[in-house]
Every structure is written in structure tokens, then in C-alpha cells.
């Protein structure tokens, strides 16, 4: 069995892969069928829709079987000598039937799905044969203009740095990028933000995710938002992992509470970046905004609570407020903290995760609720999305402009 993520054309989804059979074999750069092409061609030409999907995937994958999704759309095939169905597992309710496309056995099946749903499935031949399994996460937004890049719109630099002295989380390493808007000059201070795991989020053109700093561009030139300056920091590897291993101090970086990940920032990464690159930036709290997701996001609250005096605003989506490393106190900690001038744009929505460390959407609205009794100046976007950036990639503009929104 294998886990991958796969891209499709427009915004699409990373989806695990489970069960046998599912993806097998497949190249590390990989191009799907166009799924939405094949809602049309399966029916009325399956020799051209065979020859696609025997393009993307190879005989071991089809005879395992295999699928891909874009958007709403799933697309499953396999090899069977048999006609196939596909069911929901557990359930047995039929999905739709696979459509015989050549002489050599390729069934296959295209059909939208309705959005938001996670859809476990397996495909079973009329003698009740189960060929494959799997599950799949449905949900699909699109973006608007401004995460999408405009000709008219000058752009801001980008630079690539690595940070592998830290004092505070000593044996680790980590690289960082750094965003300066075109309109920075250096006359005046510029305002800061800085977000956790922050390579991918910076990244333009990503499909799925928060293209921040094509938003910046757009917003920054549109008066949305002030000159800022942003800070994109990856959590801490050890020189030990492989490459493609996930960052293992995240956790104890991420959904600690306490001054260390603030210290961090404050005592080694912005005033290395500000010396590196000969920058000006405001003093006022207000200028500074901090943003992350699920235990990023609980790190972001977690420095502006520990330090308001420096970053006066939040911006969080799917936040980890639950007991991992103590989290899960904050909406007691607000009720009876005096408020700290903090300003917060966060976001959930009703199918994030429910395990043994909490449930997401009732620890956000516990958060909600603390931060409304408290009269703080915050405001939480709800909708359908699971765990993940998904929905916050699409809302991040939105988001912006109302935590830089004039304070009067």
C-alpha cells in the first residue's frame, strides 16, 4: 500500500490512499486523467477514454486498480474480466458501474460526487469479488482573483534561507523564506507577518494551497493591506532525518505552551532577517500579525498570548486547540485573563478531526466563545471543510483584509 498526493489540473485534493491495490506502482512524478473529460468520453468514446487512462497509469496499477479525483469528480478503473461495480464499503450501496471501454478488460468509471464527504469504497465484480478498497475526501473550492496571479501586479521577492544554529531548539534545522513587497523601499517601516510552516504556504502556484504570497501581492497593491513583510518558517528537522521525513519537532515546537517558539522568532529568526536583508519594521504590535494552521495555528495564538507587545494579530485556520501539549486550555486561560489586545481572524468547520486528543470543531468553538465573552476583536469564518488548508487557501484573502482592516 502506498500514500501519495496527487495534482490535478485547477484545485484539486490530496487524498491518502488506503486499501490494496490502490495507486500502486506509480511514477513519483505523475499526471492523472483529466477526471471531468472523462464524465463525457467514457460513454461516448471509451477507445479514447482507454487509451487516456492506460496513459497515466500503467497495466500493474489497472489490474491492482486505481483511481484519481479532481475536483468532485472521482474516477476509478481497473482490469477485470468481469463487470465491476463500484460500492460503498460497509454498506454495499451502489456507486455506479464501470464501463467496459476495451477487448483487454479496462472497465472504468467517472461520476461527481457530492462535495464535502469522505466516501469509503471498494469495487466488487458481479460474483461478488472484491477487487479494491480505498477512501477518498471530497472537497473542492475554487479560488478567486486574488490568489491568482495578475500581469498588472508587481511582485514581491522571494528568498530561500536555512537556519541550523537555533539556541532555543538547539540541534535542529529548518529553512525559511522571506518575502519583500515591491512597494518596500525602505522609507518607512514596514509591517510583518510571519507564518508557520511556512514554505509551502508561500509557494504561488500551488494547487490546494494558500499561494500567500501571490495574496500579498494583490492585496499589498490593492490597499488591502499595509507593506509587509513575510516571514515563511518550516518547522525544525533533525540532521538525522531523511529528507522526506516529516519535520519531528513540530509538535514541540508547534503545541507547546510558552515563550520558547516566540523567543525564537524574536531572539534568532526576524533579527536575522532583518540585518540579512537591511530592513525596517514597525514597532507597533498592531504592524505584526502571525498566522499558522491546525498546531501552527495554535502556535500563533500561543506567541501573540505570550507576547502582544510584539504581535498584536492572529490569523489561524483548523486550530489545534486540544490536549496535546496543553492547548486545549486556552478558552479557560482567556475567560479569566484580562483581555490582551489581540486581534484574530480564525477559521474551522464541521468536519475537522474528532480522535483521541479532542474534537476540532467543538475546542474552536469553545475558543469562540471565550474570545466573545472576553470581548476580544476577533472573528471566526465556520463551513464544511475537514482538516487541512483547503478552505483557508480559498478564504485567505478575505481573512487578510479583515485582520488589516484600519483599527478605527
Known amino acids: 500500500m502506498n500514500s501519495f498526493q496527487r495534482l490535478f489540473l485547477g484545485l484539486s485534493l490530496a487524498a491518502t490512499l488506503s486499501g490494496q491495490g490502490w495507486g500502486q506502482n506509480q511514477a513519483a512524478i505523475w499526471t492523472p486523467p483529466p477526471a471531468s473529460e472523462l464524465l463525457t468520453l467514457i460513454p461516448s468514446k471509451p477507445a479514447e477514454a482507454a487509451s487516456l ?47 467496459p471501454l476495451d477487448a483487454q478488460n479496462l472497465h472504468a468509471l467517472a461520476i461527481e460526487l457530492k462535495n464535502f ?55 535542529t534545522r529548518r529553512e525559511f523564506k522571506v518575502y519583500i513587497p515591491a512597494q518596500y523601499d525602505g522609507s518607512k517601516p514596514a509591517a510583518l507577518m510571519v507564518f508557520q510552516d511556512g514554505l509551502r504556504h508561500a509557494d504561488p502556484a500551488s494547487n490546494g494551497g494558500l ?11 490593492a490597499g488591502d493591506m499595509p507593506v509587509t513583510i513575510g516571514i515563511f518558517v518550516n518547522p525544525g528537522r533533525f540532521p538525522e532525518q531523511k529528507p522526506n521525513d516529516k519535520a519531528r519537532n513540530r509538535s514541540l515546537e508547534y503545541d507547546s505552551l510558552g515563550d520558547a517558539y516566540v523567543r525564537f522568532l524574536l531572539e534568532e529568526i526576524i533579527p536575522n532577517v532583518v ?10 504590535p498592531a504592524e505584526w500579525a502571525i498566522a499558522g494552521g491546525s498546531s501552527g495555528c495554535a502556535c500563533a495564538w500561543t506567541a501573540a498570548w505570550e507576547r502582544p507587545d510584539k504581535f498584536g494579530k492572529v490569523l489561524g485556520w483548523v486550530g489545534t486547540f486540544v490536549d496535546i501539549r496543553g492547548a486545549n486550555a486556552y478558552p479557560s486561560l ?12 480564525l477559521l474551522d468547520g464541521v468536519n475537522d478531526l474528532d480522535n483521541q486528543f479532542g474534537n476540532w470543531p467543538l475546542a474552536n468553538r469553545q475558543m469562540e466563545a471565550a474570545l466573545k465573552f472576553q470581548g476580544y476583536d476577533y472573528r471566526y469564518w465556520w463551513g464544511e471543510c475537514f482538516h487541512g488548508s483547503a478552505h483557508a487557501a480559498v478564504m485567505l484573502p478575505e481573512m487578510l483584509r479583515w485582520l488589516w482592516r484600519d483599527e478605527n
Do not use: C
Request: charged residues 30%.
Open 53 to 99: 487512462i492506460r496513459k497515466s497509469w500503467g497495466e500493474k496499477a489497472l489490474a491492482a486498480g486505481t483511481r484519481a479525483l479532481e475536483n468532485t469528480t472521482l474516477l476509478v478503473a481497473v482490469t477485470s474480466a468481469e463487470p465491476v461495480t463500484l460500492v460503498r464499503a460497509g454498506s454495499g450501496e451502489k456507486i455506479g458501474d464501470l464501463v
Open 117 to 171: 464527504q469522505m466516501v469509503d469504497y471498494e469495487l466488487r465484480t458481479t460474483s461478488g469479488k472484491g477487487l479494491a478498497k480505498g477512501n477518498v475526501k471530497i472537497e473542492s473550492y475554487e479560488y478567486t482573483a486574488d490568489s491568482l496571479e495578475k500581469p498588472e501586479v508587481p511582485k514581491g521577492k522571494v528568498t530561500t534561507h536555512e537556519w541550523n544554529d537555533s539556541k532555543v531548539f538547539p540541534n
Open 211 to 221: 499561494r500567500a504570497t501571490t495574496v500579498f501581492d494583490n492585496l499589498i497593491a
Open 275 to 284: 540585518a540579512e536583508h537591511g530592513l525596517k519594521l514597525s514597532e507597533d
Open 334 to 345: 482567556i475567560r479569566k485573563t484580562e483581555r490582551k489586545p489581540i486581534r484574530a481572524a
